[in-house]
């Protein structure tokens, strides 16, 4: 099982975000709901993981360049920072598989918000830290999918105490997170070719949205 590593005990420097996501970062924070869980890591079930897998190769030569996205920037300007491909009838199906696992992670009735991907960070790429939709993207995943790197590329991601953690994910790991509350990105330059991951979101049953 993957694990989650203390910061401080890891001779690595995170890129600090700019004011302004950090100005937002707190702002967000502050108006989200923390339901005690924080995060946890698991493995994918094989066959799911498989299932991502086969689709993901089986699009990629529908993967194009994706939007400018604030929170993510490289080290490379030649190179594009991230590529993007979404199939939207995969992605709810894929919202149903993993929704039990998610209601059995928070112990609540879930409603389902978004899945986002498939993205493919480039080498250099780094993503801000920072938190996730305050009213929708309550209880969340995020999965790796395949990549293609010289050397771990870690999640940061800190408590609701602001406790800094690691965790050097592998295809097929995931990482539960409440991503309204929890402060999280991958502040460190991608040293490899790429790196495809898949984000999952839910909200608490009857939760408003605004």
């Known amino acids: 099982m993957v694990e989650a590593i203390p910061l401080e005990a890891q001779a690595l420097d995170p890129i600090p975000s700019p004011d302004q996501i950090e100005m937002q970062t707190s702002e967000m924070v502050s108006e989200a709901n923390y339901y005690g869980l924080g995060f946890k890591t698991f493995r994918l079930p094989t066959e799911i993981h498989n299932r991502m897998l086969r689709q993901f190769r089986s699009c990629t030569a529908d993967f194009r360049p994706e939007g400018a996205i604030d929170a993510i920037k490289t080290t490379q300007p030649q190179v594009i920072p991230a590529l993007y491909f979404e199939d939207h009838a995969f992605n709810r199906s894929v919202l149903e598989e993993l929704q039990p696992l998610h209601e059995a992670w928070c112990g609540m009735g879930l409603e389902q918000s978004a899945c ?16 996730d939709r305050t009213r929708t993207h309550i209880i969340s995943s995020t999965v790796c999918i395949d990549s293609d790197v010289d050397e771990p590329w870690p999640l940061y991601i800190a408590d609701i105490e602001g406790n800094a953690f690691t965790v050097d994910m592998t295809p097929g790991d995931a990482v539960f997170y409440e991503g309204a509350s929890l402060v999280h990105g991958r502040p460190w330059p991608l040293n490899g070719d790429w790196y495809a991951g898949m984000f999952v979101h839910y909200r608490p049953t009857g939760m408003a949205r605004r």
Do not use: E, K, P, T
Request: proline share 0%.
């Open 116 to 131: 986002y991907g498939f993205r493919v960070y480039q080498r250099g790429s780094y993503l801000f830290n920072h938190v």
